[in-house]
């Protein structure tokens, strides 16, 4: 199955039009106790969004970390008064030292990752005791609950399997000595969109990553099937969405 590329501009840049509801902000606020003092670490930053977000949010020192040079660009660009630390690097290999952080955000990165066993133990390894991990994915269940997937179900299968199981990653952190872990759901509310911008994010393949995955003849297809549907399941013209997140928290266990 071909990859997403990172590397490619349209790619990044699709990582680069990012806000985030206030309810993610007071979440994130009330696991880290505000985050003062905190040294903060966002693996597969993107375009840096949330590692701002972080640092904002009272962080001491905020660190976007990506394999993908495309991508830090577009950080340092969006990162106008240098608040950031960017670094380039792969997550299965943190060049960090050991306990050198306190908060580590995994946001939808542990799909596109080959080895979560090695991510995981990594984030452990540089997480301070005491210091907390939030990955934020999609359960598969919910995939197919996708906008594209039900209008187009024919895909449906190709994406859920690249999304890992939660209980499996519960259980790579019980095995890397997270002390406390446990799930939460978040719903997430989307802007609406008009029909019209919604179907170009999917001809751009910038709405979501399976995109990437699709044949050209399989990505003329899914557009087809949307310019027919659509109307249908939004008859006023706004495409409402709503993605059901799970976060997944853990603790490293104090000394
Ligand atoms: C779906 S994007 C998420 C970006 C950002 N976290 C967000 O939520 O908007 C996934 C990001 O993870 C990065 N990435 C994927 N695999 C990685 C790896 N092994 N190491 C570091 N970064 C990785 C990609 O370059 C990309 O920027």
Redesign the pocket.
Known sequence: MPKVS?DNPIT?AG?GQ?TVPDAWLERIQSLTDSLTDWIAL??????G??ARCLYHMGAKKAIG????LE?LKLARKEDKTRLLTVIQ????HLPLRKYAVNFV?????VH???NHRQ?IQEAGRVLAPGGKLLI?TIAPKQIAQRLIHQVCPEYVMRDVIRWPNIDYLCNLLEDAHFSHVWTEEFVDIRKPESTQEFIERVRTRRSD?ILYMLTKKEHAHLLTKLMHDLPNHFPNGLVLRTIVWTFIIAEKQRC
């Open positions: 990172f990044a990582y990012k966002d693996i597969g930053c993107g375009s969004f949330h970390l990506d394999f993908s991508t690097a792969d997550a299965l955000l995994m946001r939808t990165l596109h990752l080959t991510a934020q990553s």
